[in-house]
């Protein structure tokens, strides 16, 4: 029986299109094979670090947290090696013995990103002497400094090289690595460490270079490996592994490979012993907030800001209110947020203050009266009976989730605030990695093996393109597919090298909108990572930063919002008055008609020909009806029938029934369908007597399915109504619907906060339609699909489009009486810094008289001949004599 093995020296699809071991499958092979532990040393990146414990604990092994990094030859900051890297670096395998060790991981893989990048992420010697306390230190495979040293047979260089690295980690966690994947070169060399290591006391260790699972996925890996370097199975030259031993073996093929070696096995338990860090995944770390003098702590602040403005929102408290912000904010400090909601408003201040728009609400957020009366969001939750524990539940405590909209214009302005505010060491951006869906790895294999572009494309097109589609669900479900596999070689193997590699992590880049505000410098508490387009980002994604108590926030910016401002300023100036959106009349008629004539080209959410059918089955006349819309139009909801009973029982063509009368008041809103997951939640609460809380975690255990946990959470519910005279086999009833329906629920304060977006821009169109499709022109000038659906909508709705005029014209898209004048934004091949110039120098000295004055008066460096050109060929020309013709001569 064996003694036992530990695998130090693994490579998760993390080392990107190099590894093919998903974490969960590492963590899962490793724990079927018996062992107590298992690292995670990916190429010089942490990227897998927090996944990888949080499934390691899980699955009750002990995670090592290692990386193999790059050390350099020379200085880091030399970038002048030969492009193949041969000799530029040598391979190190770190791993993580404590929490300092852990740091000093972190920031070493940050200097190779940020200072030490040249084709890899490097680090050298000075940098590690730096940052080597708490680590230990592998030799590492092949390409390793003291393995090479030998390998040549520079036998004195080698023990001089190891005796260095002994003395910076410290004899106890200094070791060498030998592998055996059947290479010739390793043997030599392990048997060259082994005598190195009893000349000079250092222990030897036995590892695998594991890249994949199992034997068997040797042939996928090939095809990842085509993939990584752009060539096919059948060039000669192509980057492959010299071997197929490159997997995660049990102790037994291990105790079998260094039957010579036997301490080596042995001191691969001792390394996992010696090595014992804990990731705090509980604790909070938010970056401290500065408070006004008469307040020492953050709770104080938040509490005094939020009756203030309870008071400023109602002007007359009823107690429920006070007694719903008291809830809310005991709970906040509770759980430590407060300076959560103190950061927040901040930046929500700062936009405000700086005329920078900020949406009414993104998410469950907007269901938090808290959040409310500080301004964060703009829609009254008691009004629209929104439920705060949707958004925070006392009873599963995790991170908020506030969610900004900002003008897209100027959603980087307040970034750069947060910057300044927090400090650029502290603040960055979050990274995200595509992974290889369904479709995706069919054509990345198919390119691989070769096959035809017609090929590739005929298989993918057979997967289904819905979200979350599998290749093998896809294969379950689409016969053609199947049947691919009997027909040839080359198609079964794109099959099942495409379902070994599905899911994989592919690349890295940035997120759109995250962005991480550290408690202080950045690589004390998160690696980062610089993407090849020279963005810093964390090596951490969001779920993983969200897991170790970071700050994360998503700063979105919204087109809808822009044109919001923009349309509201043109029909102010057109009507002499400033129209002001928040306080526009939530019944108007005009508006109704509008949505129900599905007149919403150009209308926030509301414009997709879906869309419009829906509207004009509904007939929306109350918001009620909005945020109803917003929530049901969506793949679950059409496919099972709801969006045809909603509007049938709307218009009393099909009867309303409940099941229960205590149902009636949670669901007459929406005429009997469940539409929100807040829905859910009050429907335990009313009939169960769930608190609003539990109620929140039985959705969410509906939301996943699983059959021991909805079993538990069915009795629960049962036993509970049976309290309130509910009878079983009823109980049993309601529960199996809200079950059916829990998986389609929408949050309502999000579909409300959109709602109301939507509203303001249908209100808009419908009182003000030129000025309201002016700014959407304005918002789409790189999009000529969409000015020409907006400028056809303009025409129907009988708004007059005047042509480009560089006499006129301004860059956006401009008002003249009730006709709409095109903007030379929207031209293309005409920059904003050529509109600038020409708008400029017709303000300085008055309209052009001809072309040959315009190319005078405007500096050539802003306009030269091909943007002249453009505008000639666009008619903004016309006004200055000739045809177009002669001017274009």
Known sequence: MSAGFVHLHNHSDYSLLDGACRLDRLVDRAKGLGMPAIALTDHGNLFGTVEFYEMAKA??????IGCEVYVAHGSRLDKTRSADGKGAYDHLVLLARN?????????????????????????????????????????????????????????????????WYRDLFGAEFYYLEIQDHGIPEERTVAEGLIDLGKRMGIPVVATNDCHYLAREDAEAHEVLLCIQTGKTMQDKDRFRFATDQVYVKSAEEMEALFQGAPDAIRNSLEVAEKCDLTLDTERVQLPEFPLPPEFHEAEGYLRSLAHEGLARRYGT???????????????????GYARYFLIVRDF???????????????????????????????????????????????????????????????????IDYVLEKYGRENVTQIITFGTMAARAVVRDVGRALGMSYADQDRVAKLIPGELGMTLTRALEIVPELRSLTQLDETMAKLI?????????????????????IAPGRLSDYVPVYRSSKGDVTTQFDMTSLEKIGLLKMDFLGLRTLTVLEDAARLASEGVGSPIDLKVIPLDD??????????????????????????????????????????????????????????????????????????????LSNTHGVIAYQDQVMQIANRLAGFSLAQGDLLRRAMGKKKPDEMAR????????????????????EIFDLVEKFAGYGFPRAHSAAYALLSYQCAYLKAHYPAAYIAAALTSEVGDTDRIVTLVEEARRLGIPIKPPDVNTSHGAFTLEGDAIRFGL????????????AIVAAREHGGPFSSLADLCRRVDLKAINKRVVESLVLAGACDSLGGDRAQLFE
């Not at 808290?370 to 703009?378: A, E, K, N, P, R």
């Not at 599905?598 to 006349?621: C, N, W, Y």
């Open 496 to 516: 099942r090298c495409s379902l070994a590699l599905e899911g994989l992590a592919r690349h890295a880049s940035t997120h759109a909108a995250g962005v991480l």
């Open 99 to 163: 929490r300092d060790g852990y740091k000093n991981l972190m920031r070493l893989s940050s200097a190779g990103y940020l200072e030490g990048f040249h084709y890899k992420p490097r680090i050298d010697k000075d940098i590690l002497s730096r940052h080597a306390e708490g680590l230990l230190c592998l030799s590492a495979c092949l390409r390793g400094e003291v393995p090479q040293l030998v390998l040549a047979g520079y036998l004195d260089g080698a023990e001089k090289a190891a005796a």
């Open 59 to 64: 699955a009750g092994l002990k995670p090592i």
């Open 713 to 732: 959470m069915k009795q629960t519910f049962v036993e509970g109504c049976g309290k309130n005279q509910v009878p079983k086999r009823k109980a049993e």
């Open 317 to 335: 408290i009823l107690p429920e209110m006070e007694q719903r912000l008291t809830y809310e904010l005991d709970t906040i400090c509770q759980v």
């Open 825 to 836: 934004n929207a031209i293309k091949n005409v920059g904003k810094g050529s509109v600038l």
């Open 589 to 666: 008629a005009a508006t109704y008609a509008l949505l129900s004539k599905a007149q919403t080209i150009g209308v926030f959410q509301l414009e997709s020909s879906g869309m419009r059918e829906l509207l004009r089955k509904v007939m929306p006349d109350t918001f009620e009806d909005i945020i109803a819309i917003n929530a049901l139009f969506r793949p679950g909801p059409i496919q099972s029938g709801m969006l045809d009973d909603f509007a049938k029982r709307k218009h009393g063509k099909q009867k309303v029934t409940y099941m229960h009368p205590a149902l009636e008041p949670i």
């Open 348 to 414: 929500i201040e700062f936009a405000r203050g700086n005329g920078i728009g900020v949406g009414p609400g993104r998410g469950s957020a907007a269901g938090s009266l808290v959040s409310y009366v500080l301004g964060i969001t703009d829609i009254d939750p008691l009004k629209f009976n929104l439920l705060f524990e949707r958004f925070l539940n006392p009873e599963r405590i995790s991170m908020p989730d506030i969610d900004i909209d900002f003008d897209y214009e100027n959603r980087g302005r307040v």
